[in-house]
């Protein structure tokens, strides 16, 4: 992934906007990725679940009262998990009023919703299966649907879709299912593990707060499973001096509420 080149003759870390550009619409809804698509910020980091029918839609908690209204709508369905509704019942919802009411009726995007409005801001997609031990099998839902949708044709893989995951064997069925699909593990596995990890995942995306120069040096020193070195993707970061610091350590992408933050502090002068 290339990002400008730096007075320093580095490239750039590409800047990914998280759930969107969530610290300026709501997180997770088709408004962040287009506020991420007016600062001009291709990549977008989203996380993908599934319904108790089977649908896949886009959200970051395993339970909906956090983001949206929920338990006014819903009052008996407690603990309000995403798993126990239907998709028809979650597009009743709003998930928009929580963050300000210019964004009231905003829905919870489904995945297919959420891909197509990507596809037309000409961004990429950097996906989470969030929680994949709660939704046994969903990367082969996932991977079915982003073939449906186009974005497994050659022409557009490599280039604009990453798939990450917290849960190590969720990436490798990912990899498995779809070897030419870019993956990501996230976490800080430690240095002596990070071969079995490059079998799989093509990047190592750990917290800003784990990341020294001397990981990402080891990291980049591997190749994965595409025979490219592995790249580093860190999170989350919001502020420009801790921007600057994982720049320094050598980065290749870092995920931010505030992308244009992130950009402003590590572009090219
Ligand atoms: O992309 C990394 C980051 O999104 C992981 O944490 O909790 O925001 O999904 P979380
Ligand atoms: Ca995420």
Do not use: C, M
Not at 44 to 55: F, I, P, S
Request: glycine letters at 8%.
């Amino acid at each position: 992934t290339a990002g400008a080149v730096t007075a320093a003759g580095r490239t750039a870390p590409v800047p990914v906007a998280h759930r969107g550009a969530s610290a300026y619409a709501p997180e997770n809804t088709l408004a962040a990725v287009d506020a991420a698509r007016e600062l001009g910020v291709e990549w977008v980091e989203n996380d993908v679940q599934r319904t108790r029918d089977g649908e896949l839609v886009v959200l970051h908690d395993d339970g909906l009262a956090r983001t949206t209204d929920v338990e006014e709508v819903f009052p008996d369905r407690a603990p309000w998990k995403v798993a126990d509704f239907t998709a028809a019942e979650i597009a009743r919802l709003d998930a928009g009023s929580w963050f300000a009411p210019q964004y009231a009726g905003e829905p919870v995007p489904t995945l297919r919703q959420f891909l197509r409005r990507v596809e037309d801001n000409g961004q990429r997609l950097l996906l989470e299966i969030k929680k994949p031990e709660l939704y046994p099998g969903i990367e082969a839902d996932v991977l079915r649907q982003l073939r449906e949708e186009g974005w497994l044709d050659r022409r557009h893989v490599r280039n604009r879709l990453i798939i990450q995951s917290f849960g190590a064997g969720s990436v490798r069925a990912v990899h498995e299912q779809a070897p030419a699909v870019r993956t990501g593990f996230l976490g800080t596995p430690a240095a002596a593990d990070l071969p079995d990890y490059a079998r799989f995942a093509d990047q190592i995306n750990p917290p800003h707060t784990t990341l020294s120069a001397e990981y990402v040096r080891r990291v980049h020193a591997l190749k994965g499973p595409h025979g490219k070195p592995l790249e580093v993707f860190t999170w989350t970061v919001n502020d420009a001096e801790t921007a600057r610091r994982v720049a320094a350590a050598g980065v290749d992408g870092i995920i931010s509420n505030k992308p244009d933050v992130v950009r402003d502090a590590t572009a090219a002068p």
